[in-house]
């Protein structure tokens, strides 16, 4: 069983470029979410998503698009990278039962740099 | 809103000693309470939970009671060893897919 799988472990990319991180789950989770982690400030969530075609913004949004055409796939786009985007990047599912959740399962992680 | 608080690290032990790394939590709710592990380079994995008052979590020898009245869930172990070394994130969870994470803290454990 995969669980939550992530690609790039890493990445580096040039202001101004645009990406796509990749998250997969293989659990069948209805619920999937996008964090940064950064130094001193633990794990903010970025969006996340209840469903194939249900997305909805977190705590720190900007700058980062998702969607969720299948249950399996939910994908973080980087439209313009910045070097305040520089960050390790996690993405975690889990089931939802009557609209609360068990606990999270999480990727590798992708260690992103922007120069 | 919903907030997490937990001791900031590092701390270091040496091995066998007591570990205790204290978190708080706000909520408008009654959340669920949840202990993250994250080892070097690696993801976050589930350590232990609980989902009502007076529920004590454990796993790996570590415990953590959540404790309503005083809005607490402090990890706890007895004797903790070198493999232990890792950073520890609490987090709450209260029906608003929202997990809230506290900021973790280090544990380095000295042979």
């Given amino acids: 069983n995969a669980g939550v799988t992530q690609t790039p472990k890493f990445q580096v990319l040039k202001t101004g470029q645009s990406m796509t991180l990749q998250c997969a789950?293989?659990?069948?989770?209805?619920?999937?979410?996008?964090?940064r982690q950064d130094p001193g400030m633990g794990l903010r969530l970025i969006h996340y998503s209840v469903g194939a075609g249900i997305t909805d913004q977190g705590e720190v949004p900007n700058g980062y698009n998702v969607s969720r055409s299948t249950t399996e796939d939910f994908p973080l786009r980087l439209l313009s990278a910045a070097p305040s985007q520089t960050s390790v990047y996690f993405c975690a599912s889990s089931l939802l039962s009557r609209g609360r959740t068990t606990e999270a399962f999480f990727g590798q992680g992708t260690r992103l740099t922007v120069v | 809103g919903d907030s997490?608080?937990?001791?900031e690290g590092p701390v270091t032990l040496s091995e066998e000693a007591c570990l205790t790394i204290n978190c708080t939590y706000t909520a408008t709710g009654y959340p669920s309470l949840f202990w993250y592990v994250q080892y070097p380079g690696e993801g976050l994995q589930l350590?232990?939970?609980a989902t009502k008052a007076d529920d004590k979590g454990s796993n790996k020898g570590f415990e953590a009671t959540y404790r309503k009245e005083t809005t607490s869930f402090h990890l706890e172990k007895g004797s903790v060893q070198v493999s232990d070394s890792a950073v520890y994130f609490c987090a709450s969870y209260s029906g608003t897919?929202?997990?809230?994470?506290?900021?973790g803290t280090r544990l380095k454990v000295l042979a």
Avoid: A, C, P, R
Avoid at chain 2, 4 to 7: A, E, I, N, P
Avoid at chain 2, 97 to 103: A, D, E, M, P, V
């Fill in chain 2, 97 to 103: 897919y929202k997990y809230i994470f506290g900021t």
């Fill in chain 2, 47 to 49: 350590l232990l939970k």
């Fill in chain 2, 4 to 7: 997490v608080t937990q001791m």
């Fill in chain 1, 25 to 35: 789950q293989d659990m069948n989770h209805e619920y999937m979410s996008w964090y």
